[in-house]
């Protein structure tokens, strides 16, 4: 197995959806980021794949969310009228699976 890794980060806002649909205060984060891509075998250039594309990549998929509120974000955003009515929770561990 080979792999390659991204490391990048970004800032952004955010309130998690408490359990009784409150939302806690609204506060700053950097967010690591840490992208691995693996492969069985290596291409015709013998590379997991173009580290620069992964790179781009990356940086797409993190661009809009980099000094915003990811309440105001999708896929967290609700219907865009206000920020407590999310369609999605933007836990730590959301913001993973969609960058994934």
């Known amino acids: 197995m080979y ?3 991204v490391i990048s980060e970004f800032t952004a806002a955010h309130a ?6 409150s939302l806690e ?6 967010w690591p980021v ?3 891509v693996a492969a069985e075998r290596l291409d015709t250039v013998e590379t997991v794949m173009d580290f620069h594309e992964l790179e781009r990549m990356v940086e797409q998929l ?3 969310f980099d000094q915003s509120n990811l309440n105001e974000q ?15 929770n933007p836990s ?4 993973a699976w969609w960058i994934g």
């Open 3 to 5: 792999e390659i890794t």
């Open 16 to 21: 998690l959806r408490l359990d009784d649909g």
């Open 25 to 30: 205060p609204s506060h700053d984060h950097i």
């Open 34 to 36: 840490q992208v691995t």
């Open 62 to 64: 993190i661009r809009p």
């Open 74 to 88: 999708p896929p967290f955003a609700g219907n865009g009228q206000s920020s407590g009515n999310l369609a999605m």
């Open 92 to 95: 730590a561990e959301r913001v």
